[in-house]
C-alpha cells in the first residue's frame, strides 16, 4: 500500500518492515490448517468436533463472564474521568469525518453478518424459540424473544468487545506512539523488550489466527448468501462449486482494493454499503409493515434492556447447552475472533478522538443501527410468517441464507431488491476482506500503518482459502466451529489486555486528577461542623468535638492516635 494513499494519516516516521518470523509462523500455521482440512476431511472433523464438544463443556461460562466484563468495562471507562484522554497528541483533531468513521466502523464490523442473520436469526428464534424463553413457537411472546436475542447477540456486548480492543489499540498507537500491534498493548504488563521479543510476537500471532478464522467465517456466510440468492434470481443451483466461484471472484475485487488504499477503496466501498443497506431497509419498512414495525422498535428496546442481565449471565448449567453453544457462545467467540481484526481496524480510524467519544461512538451508534435493521428486516419477516402472507418456515429449514431473499420476495420488486441485497453481500465480502487483511499486514509488519501491499494480498488469499476449504469439509457447522476453537486462548488474552490498559490510564495525566474520595468530602463536612462549634463555644469546652476534629482530618491509613484523657 503506497503512502500516497494515506496521505491523511498521521506522522508515524518511516515504518517497520515485515516481521518475517510472525509472516512465516502465521502462514505455514495457516496452510497447515488449510492442507488438513482439504486432504483429511474424515479426521479434521473427527478432531473439530471432538474439540468443540470439550471446549462447550468446560468453557462455556468463561465466555458469559468475559464478555458481561468487557460491556461493563466500556461503560466505566467512557463516564469516568479517563474518558477525557485523547487517542493522539493533546490537540489532535479526528482523522476522518464523522461519517466516514462510522460507515468504515459499521462496514468492517458485522457488515456480512447482519445481511446473513438480519432475517434468519429472528425468524428462526420466532419459529424455534429458545429454551430458555419459555415462549411458544409462532406467538407474540416468540417473537419477542426472538428479537431479546438477536438484539443481544449483535448489539452493545458485541461492540464493547470490539470497542476494548480498539481502545487498546489505539491508546498504543497514538497516545504512546508504540505501533499498531496487540503486542504493544501488553507493554505494561510485560516491558516493551518482551512485547517487542517471543512473547509479543505469540501475542501477534494469536491474533493472526483469531482473525484469519473469525474473517473465514464471515467470508463463508457471505459466499453462501450470495450463491443462495443467484440461485433464487437466476435459477443457478447453489453447489460447493459455485460458493468456491464466488470466493474466487469476490478474492479478487478485494485484491483491486487493497491496491487502492484505506482512504479510497475502504472509505469509498463502505460509505457506499452504508447508503445501499439504508436504502434497502428503508424500502423494506416503506412496503413492507410499516405500523407494526414501529411499534415493535420500541417495545423491542425495552423487552431487551429488560431482560439483559438474565441473558448476559446465563450459562448451560440451567438451560439448553447445545443451545447455547451453537448461538450464544458461537456468537462470543466470532466477536472475540474479530476483535483484534475490528480493534485493529477501528482503532486506525479512530486517531484524534477521546476515550469518551469513542467509546459512546463504537457502542451507541452501530448498536442503535443495529436494532433498527433487526426491527426492520427481522420484525417484517416475523409478520409476514405471522399473517399468512409468506410462507418462510419452509426457508429458513433450507439455511439462514435463504431467508432474506424468501422475505424480499414477499414484497413488490422481489427480484430487483435480491440483486440488490446480492450486491450488498459481495460489497461487504470485499470491505471485510480487505479491512483484514490490511490489519494482518499490520501485526505482522510490527505495527506498520501502511504494510507492503504484497503481504495485505497475501492475507487476503489466505483468508480466502481457508472459507473455502471449511465450506468443502462441512459448511457453516464447520465455520462456527473453528471459530469456537480458536477464539478459546483468545478470550485470555482479552482479559489480561483490560488489565493493561487500566494499568495505563491509571497513569495518565491527560485523565487529570482523581477525584476525591466520598471520605474526603465528609472529612471537609465535620471539620466545617466542629470548626464552627468550636468558634462559637471556645475550644477548651469541647475537648470531644476536638477529637472528633482531629479523627475526621486523620487520614484512614495513619496509624490511630494515642487516647486523650477528658479533662
Not at 443467484?230 to 479478487?252: K, P
Not at 409493515?289 to 423491542?300: E, M, R
Not at 501491499?453 to 459448511?475: E, H, I, P, Q
Request: glycine share 10%; proline share 6%.
Amino acid at each position: 500500500m503506497s503512502a500516497e494513499s494515506l496521505v491523511d494519516a498521521p506522522p508515524q516516521g518511516p515504518q517497520p518492515e515485515p516481521d518475517r518470523a510472525v509472516v512465516t509462523i502465521g502462514v505455514i500455521a495457516v496452510l497447515a490448517v488449510v492442507a488438513w482440512a482439504a486432504l483429511g476431511k474424515d479426521s479434521f472433523d473427527t478432531a473439530s468436533g471432538t474439540a468443540l464438544a470439550w471446549v462447550l463443556a468446560n468453557f462455556a461460562w468463561l465466555f458469559v463472564i468475559a464478555a458481561d466484563v468487557f460491556l461493563v468495562m466500556c461503560v466505566v471507562l467512557a463516564i469516568s474521568r479517563f474518558g477525557r484522554i485523547r487517542l493522539g497528541a493533546d490537540d489532535s483533531e479526528p482523522e476522518f469525518t464523522n461519517l466516514a468513521w462510522i460507515a468504515m466502523m459499521f462496514s468492517a464490523g458485522m457488515g456480512i453478518g447482519l445481511m446473513f442473520y438480519g432475517v434468519g436469526e429472528p425468524l428462526t428464534h420466532y419459529l424455534n424459540p429458545p429454551p430458555a424463553s419459555g415462549a411458544a413457537p409462532g406467538t407474540g411472546a416468540a417473537a419477542q424473544a426472538a428479537l431479546d436475542y438477536s438484539f443481544f447477540h449483535w448489539t452493545l456486548t458485541p461492540w464493547a468487545i470490539y470497542g476494548i480492543s480498539g481502545l487498546a489499540l489505539a491508546y498504543a498507537t497514538f497516545r504512546k506512539r508504540r505501533g499498531n500491534r496487540l503486542s504493544a498493548a501488553f507493554v505494561p504488563l510485560i516491558g516493551e523488550a518482551r512485547a517487542d521479543g517471543a512473547p509479543g510476537k505469540a501475542i501477534d500471532l494469536l491474533a493472526v489466527f483469531a482473525t484469519v478464522f473469525g474473517t473465514a467465517t464471515s467470508l463463508g456466510l457471505g459466499a453462501l448468501q450470495v450463491a443462495e440468492g443467484l440461485h433464487i434470481t437466476t435459477g443457478i443451483e447453489d453447489s460447493t462449486g459455485v460458493e468456491l466461484i464466488i470466493i474466487a471472484s469476490l478474492s479478487a475485487a478485494f485484491v483491486l482494493s487493497a491496491f487502492s488504499g484505506l482512504h479510497k477503496g475502504v472509505k469509498w466501498l463502505s460509505t457506499i454499503n452504508l447508503v445501499l443497506a439504508a436504502a434497502l431497509m428503508l424500502f423494506v419498512f416503506v412496503l413492507g409493515p410499516t405500523v407494526y414495525v414501529l411499534d415493535v422498535i420500541p417495545a423491542g428496546i425495552g423487552s431487551y434492556l429488560h431482560e439483559l442481565l438474565p441473558m448476559a449471565t446465563r450459562t448451560g448449567a440451567f438451560t439448553d447447552s447445545a443451545w447455547l453453544g451453537a448461538w450464544t457462545i458461537f456468537y462470543w467467540a466470532w466477536w472475540l475472533s474479530w476483535a483484534p481484526f475490528v480493534g485493529t481496524f477501528i482503532a486506525r480510524i479512530s486517531h484524534g478522538r477521546t476515550i469518551r467519544e469513542f467509546l459512546i461512538g463504537v457502542l451507541l451508534v452501530p448498536s442503535g443501527a443495529t436494532v433498527v435493521w433487526f426491527c426492520v428486516m427481522g420484525g417484517t419477516a416475523i409478520r409476514l410468517d405471522s399473517t399468512g402472507a409468506a410462507e418462510l418456515a419452509v426457508k429458513v429449514k433450507d439455511g439462514a441464507e435463504a431467508s432474506l431473499f424468501a422475505m424480499l420476495d414477499a414484497l413488490p420488486l422481489g427480484t430487483v431488491t435480491s440483486y440488490a441485497a446480492m450486491v450488498l453481500v459481495m460489497t461487504y465480502f470485499v470491505t471485510s476482506a480487505d479491512s483484514a487483511s490490511l490489519v494482518m499486514g499490520s501485526l505482522t509488519s510490527r505495527g506498520s500503518l501502511n504494510p507492503p501491499t504484497w503481504l495485505v494480498v497475501t492475507w487476503g488469499v489466505l483468508m480466502a482459502a481457508v472459507a473455502a476449504v471449511l465450506l468443502v469439509a462441512g459448511g457453516l457447522k464447520s465455520l462456527q466451529t473453528a471459530t469456537i476453537l480458536v477464539a478459546l486462548p483468545f478470550v485470555l488474552v482479552m482479559l489480561l489486555l483490560c488489565w493493561a490498559l487500566v494499568k495505563e490510564l491509571r497513569e495518565d495525566p491527560g485523565a487529570g486528577p482523581a477525584r476525591h474520595h466520598a471520605l474526603h468530602g465528609m472529612r471537609d463536612a465535620v471539620d466545617a461542623m466542629v470548626g464552627d462549634a468550636v468558634a462559637q463555644t471556645g475550644p477548651a469546652r469541647h475537648p470531644r468535638l476536638r477529637r472528633l476534629a482531629a479523627s475526621a482530618r486523620r487520614d484512614p491509613a495513619d496509624p490511630p492516635p494515642p487516647d486523650t484523657p477528658e479533662a
